[in-house]
Nanobody, 126 residues
Framework: QVQLVESGGASVQAGGSLRLSCTAS????????IAWFRQAPRKEREGVAG????????YYADSVKGRFTISQDNAKNTVYLEMNSLKPEDTAMYYC???????????????????WGHGTQVTVSS
C-alpha cells in the first residue's frame, strides 16, 4: 500500500523560507513523477512542482519559478520542496502526489496523480 507523508509546513513571515518533505512508503514505481500541489481556501488545487523519479525532468508553475526548488533523495524515498522568498499568496495546504504510470510529463495535472498525502499547512504572513 502506497503512503505519502508530508512534513515541514509552518507559519513564516513574507520573505522567509521553508523546506517541505514528502516521504513515500510502498511506492516502487520508477518511471513516474512525484509532485507538489497546493490548495488555498476557496481556490482550486494547483500544481506547484514535479520531478521525475529518474531526475530527468522537473516542472514548476510560473508563480514559483526561481523561488521554489524540487529535489529528491531516492535512497530515502523522499521528495523535497525548498521554498524561498515566500509570499502571502503562497499560503495554502501543500500536498504531495505520485503517479502510478508513466504519463510522459510531470506537469501539475492532478488527474495524472494517483496517490496523495494528507497535506501540510504553509502560512505566510505579511
Amino acid at each position: 500500500q502506497v503512503q505519502l507523508v508530508e512534513s515541514g509546513g509552518a507559519s513564516v513571515q513574507a520573505g522567509g523560507s521553508l523546506r517541505l518533505s514528502c516521504t513515500a512508503s510502498g511506492y516502487t514505481y520508477s518511471r513516474t513523477c512525484i509532485a507538489w500541489f497546493r490548495q488555498a481556501p476557496r481556490k482550486e488545487r494547483e500544481g506547484v512542482a514535479g520531478i521525475h523519479r529518474f531526475g530527468v525532468a522537473t516542472y514548476y508553475a510560473d508563480s514559483v519559478k526561481g523561488r521554489f526548488t524540487i529535489s529528491q533523495d531516492n535512497a530515502k524515498n523522499t521528495v523535497y520542496l525548498e521554498m524561498n522568498s515566500l509570499k502571502p499568496e503562497d499560503t495554502a495546504m501543500y500536498y504531495c502526489a505520485a503517479q502510478s504510470s508513466d504519463t510522459g510529463t510531470c506537469r501539475g495535472n492532478e488527474y495524472a496523480y494517483n496517490y496523495w498525502g494528507h497535506g501540510t499547512q504553509v502560512t505566510v504572513s505579511s
